[in-house]
């Protein structure tokens, strides 16, 4: 900033105004330059008004001119006429020869409809901010030294326009760009028009002047983002939207927490916008205009979501409204709920968002944490093809996998990318289901090729289901989700609930198994309601729903004999219906595949039974579950265990463990008598016959 000039003093040539200087801060270079020389032609304009007040002025060479009014002035004043016309031909043209240096300024002009005389208006506000030897200035010609600032009269007589003249009143009306815009504060609404003070926010001090620092009163409430677009289209059509002449409010109805928001922040990007993100749990009201104009003033766009639905959204919705009534603002509003006629007069655009898995969000994300993309050893779009994030949510499940390859002082690989997604998942399941987080994989499970083929198949429709249903259109119509459900039919023991934790495992999906006995209610209705809870949060989570002995509440539909049946009827309706429209992953397991009902089994993806293991199988199995670190004796037979022991693999297991135990209760190693052991307490539970000579 140069020093005060005085009133006769020229106006001096600004070392920092080069086509080489910049100003700290300022990202269009000569912005202040252009402000300070804007303020040196006003000075021009204060001094010729100055000169024309105090040349018949009685008092003007009073000491205490401004403090009291004597009689002499009240006559001079009786006998003034109108103000010059001091905006003439040459002002005009100085004005004009230096615009291409104020591109900060006439930009602030387009975006917020302002004329020249706005213009001048406003610099006539900010001159005390810019120039401080303003203050004595305007309290000279305010005739009272203690009002330091511009007021209607003053900036009125600055511009040379006649103080009755209702055009040019009305550039401080509150519907006029510079008040509507908050470009400009008129204060003291007690005193008479002429005499109240007009003030310029510090805000548009700054953006004049160069800088770029939020909105104090928007800390904490909105973040400004430099989004990259993570894909070079927008499937939503919006980018193409909000750069035409389309409304600039925009509703998201979203079918996940986040999809909402992660579209309109991928639209904003597509389209080269800066982004306000706000969170509507701490956005009032009151500061909607404050931050409708901070993105007018960076051109940017405004996110908020996700909205709940009660009455606040409405408030939020109507305010956006009327802020953005005089000038196209991008807002784009995401939420859960419908959008509500009730919330605003002014019908916006509302568009259905769906989750969709992003690798190129993912590919930036990694990027950004320091990740060679290049040099990673998987096919990153296959470890997170089942992921259905919003960018905040990759952004931390990026940073928890690098941190977790980190500890191990390994290379990045898709477990750590899978943990660190599932810390993403929300835990409102867990009122109605236990959580698994797998710990087996597919070298664990022993199975025939054709039901090991079966589960990969699981595994390939869960990864491309949004491809397949959603962009080929496999399953369009009638309200049908995108869910994935199978149901795993077999005896106990046989592997069902173990492959259903492989699966979950191989997509990096936590396994949910829902717990009957949270499930079913003795009161009507009451079953319903409980599953319905379970399956909207499975639908807005990454994670495989599992209905263990589905056929306690998939049972086949019976003859209506009274009361109980009709309900019980009800119930297998809303479940067959609910099931069609499910959008998640879901495995059904049924030891009496007879019970479940035709009409669910036309709605399964897969249906695999699961045989009792022969003998060869019987081998792997124990030869799996005694396997190192198991210590074992070298005096165990494991075909005659295959042979002679018809067991499933979960008896087994049991047989195994419990021959375990024995061993380390002797502290010795596990030996065949042990197994045999085992293999006898596992006969005993299921109450059957033992087989020959089972001792050794």
């Avoid at 018949?56 to 016309?85: C, I, K, N, S, V």
């Avoid at 204060?187 to 109240?196: D, K, V």
């Avoid at 199988?617 to 005694?626: D, K, S, T, V, Y």
Wanted: glycine share 10%; net charge negative.
């Amino acid at each position: 900033m140069t020093a005060p000039l005085d009133l006769d003093d020229p106006v001096p040539d600004d070392p920092t105004s080069g086509p080489d200087s910049t100003v700290p801060g300022d990202d269009l270079t000569g912005s202040a330059s252009y402000i300070e020389r804007r303020i040196a032609l006003l000075r021009e304009r204060v001094r010729l008004l100055v000169e024309r007040r105090s040349a018949g002025d009685p008092t003007a060479q009073d000491p205490f001119r401004g403090l009291y009014l004597a009689p002499e002035t009240a006559e001079w004043l009786a006998d003034q006429g109108a103000p010059l016309p001091y905006r003439d031909a040459v002002h005009d043209q100085a004005v004009q020869d230096l615009a291409e240096d104020g591109a900060r300024l006439l930009g602030l002009a387009a975006a917020f409809g302002l004329d020249a005389l706005d213009v001048e208006i406003l610099l006539i506000a900010a001159a005390p901010d810019v120039d401080r030897s303003f203050e004595s200035l305007y309290g000279y010609l305010n005739d009272d030294v203690s009002r330091r600032r511009a007021t209607v009269g003053l900036a009125l007589d600055l511009c040379g326009s006649p103080a009755g003249s209702a055009a040019a009143r009305a550039r401080f009306a509150p519907g006029a760009p510079l008040v509507a815009g908050r470009l400009l504060v008129v204060e003291e609404p007690e005193r008479p028009f002429l005499g109240r003070a007009v003030r310029v926010p510090d805000r548009i001090i700054d953006h004049i002047l160069g800088g770029d620092t939020l909105d104090g009163d928007l800390v904490g409430t909105a973040v400004l983002e430099n989004v990259r677009p993570t894909e070079p289209d927008d499937p939503t059509g919006l980018a193409r939207w909000l750069s035409g002449t389309g409304t600039s409010l925009v509703y998201l109805r979203e079918e996940r927490p986040g999809a909402g928001v992660a579209a309109a922040s991928h639209a904003l990007a597509v389209a080269g916008l800066q982004q306000l993100r706000a969170d509507p749990s701490v956005l009032d009201a009151s500061l909607v205009p404050t931050l409708v104009r901070e993105a007018r003033l960076r051109g940017a766009g405004i996110v908020v979501g996700p909205l709940d639905g009660t009455s606040a959204t409405g408030t939020l919705v109507r305010a956006f409204t009327t802020a953005t009534s005089g000038g196209r603002v991008p807002v784009l509003l995401a939420g859960a709920q419908p959008f509500d006629p009730a919330w605003s007069e002014t019908q916006p655009l509302v568009l259905e968002v769906e989750a969709r898995p992003t690798a190129g969000a993912w590919e930036a994300e990694l990027a950004r944490a320091g990740v060679d993309i290049d040099a990673l050893g998987f096919d990153l779009a296959a470890a997170t093809a089942t992921y259905r994030f919003d960018t905040p949510q990759i952004r931390s499940a990026v940073r928890a996998a690098v941190d977790y390859a980190a500890v191990k002082n390994v290379p990045l690989a898709p477990v750590h990318l899978h943990r660190g997604a599932r810390l993403q998942n929300a835990t409102g399941l867990q009122k109605h289901a236990r959580r698994i987080r797998p710990a087996v994989g597919w070298d664990d499970l022993v199975l025939p090729d054709e039901q090991r083929g079966q589960l990969l198949e699981l595994v390939s429709r869960a990864r491309h289901r949004d491809r397949v249903l959603g962009d080929w259109r496999l399953r369009a119509g009638g309200g049908r989700g995108r869910g994935v459900v199978a149901m795993f039919a077999g005896e106990s023991g046989t592997g069902k609930t173990m492959s259903s934790e492989v699966v979950a495992g191989d997509l990096g999906l936590d396994l949910y198994v829902v717990e009957l006995s949270a499930v079913v209610d003795k009161y009507v209705g009451e079953t319903e309601k409980n599953l319905e809870k379970i399956f909207t949060e499975a639908g807005r989570l990454d994670a495989v729903l599992l209905f263990d002995e589905a056929d306690a509440v998939f049972g086949k539909r019976s003859e209506v004999k009274d009361s109980h049946d009709r309900y019980a009827n009800l119930e297998s309706a809303y479940l067959l219906q609910r099931l069609e429209s499910f959008d998640g992953i879901a495995i059904l397991t049924t030891n009496l595949r007879a019970n479940i009902d035709d009409a669910f089994t036309r709605r399964l993806d897969l249906v695999v039974d699961f045989p009792f293991p022969d003998a060869r199988q019987r081998r792997a199995l124990w030869e799996h579950a005694l396997a190192p670190p198991v210590p074992c004796a070298d005096d165990i037979d494991l075909d005659r265990c295959a042979r002679e022991f018809e067991l499933s693999g979960g008896a087994i297991r049991g047989a195994a463990t419990t021959a375990a135990y024995l061993a380390a209760g002797a502290d010795r190693p596990v030996s065949m008598p042990d197994v045999l052991a085992g293999a006898r307490r596992e006969y005993r539970k299921m109450g059957r016959l033992l087989p020959g000579d089972m001792e050794y």
